[in-house]
């Protein structure tokens, strides 16, 4: 994989059937020393936006990583991971107030990673696929 690459992706399913994904990456330095974490969180960040945008109602937005939805509460504050989570933090909520207030109902469900689900495992690919095009570019 790419060095100083961290990237993201989500799947959306309806009826058992993808209708939808999006996938990137990113190299801000900055947040780096977070590793995978960073792109958890943007997968997650554009999961909601794409509630949003969409006006999507009876939504579930699974994800692998229980780091996402405790931050989804609270914000850390160890000051060496502020920044990330508290931006991270001050977005979903500015997501969940959106779709509190346009009458959108989200529940959001744990899956244990890399244990076969389909959903999941497609979202790895596409996480993974977001690096490996940085090199096919050129």
Do not use: P
């Amino acid at each position: 994989l790419e060095k100083n690459t961290y990237s993201w992706a989500f799947v959306v399913y309806e009826n058992g059937k993808e209708i939808y994904f999006d996938k990137g990456y990113e190299t801000q330095e900055k947040y780096m020393k977070h590793g995978t974490q960073v792109g958890e969180f943007l997968a997650m960040c554009r999961a909601m936006k794409f509630v949003v945008d969409q006006k999507l109602t009876d939504v579930i937005i699974w994800y692998d990583n229980v780091q996402n939805f405790n931050c989804l509460e609270h914000v850390k504050t160890k000051s060496d991971t502020f920044d990330i989570y508290k931006k991270y933090f001050e977005y979903t909520s500015k997501m969940r107030q959106s779709m509190l207030s346009n009458n959108l109902t989200v529940d959001y469900k744990h899956v244990k990673a890399h244990t076969g689900i389909a959903g999941n495992e497609r979202a790895d690919r596409l996480a993974k696929q977001a690096i490996y095009e940085i090199n096919s570019i050129f």
